[in-house]
């Protein structure tokens, strides 16, 4: 037979334990939603190194045309960095949402 306390004792430890196995079941979401995620961008990037040369190549010149077209129609091409290209294109086009997450 247990006291009171025994059992005020146990129903803390219950607690404790559940407080654990809910942060070890949010900790697993957040790991699944992660490699998720990271699988997605991984079979992206696979597809990417794979893709044709010359598309490439066209796609560059088609993400360039965009940056300097419109509010930076006076945008010298030689001197537009990597990024600030895409960095347009994504404004203009609204980019990948599904990365924004």
Do not use: S
Request: charged share 35%; hydrophobic share 40%.
């Amino acid at each position: 037979m247990t006291t009171e306390g025994e059992a005020m004792g146990e129903r803390r430890d219950m607690r404790k334990e559940c407080g654990r196995m809910a942060d070890w079941v949010r900790w697993q979401r957040v790991l699944l939603v992660w490699r998720a995620r990271h699988l997605a961008e991984r079979a992206a990037l696979r597809v990417a190194f794979r893709l044709p040369g010359r598309l490439v190549y066209w796609a560059t010149i088609r993400c360039v045309a965009n940056a300097t077209t419109g509010r930076y129609g006076t945008q010298d091409p030689t001197a537009l960095g990597a990024m600030e290209a895409i960095g347009r294109w994504e404004k203009r086009k609204g980019g990948d949402r599904r990365w924004a997450r």
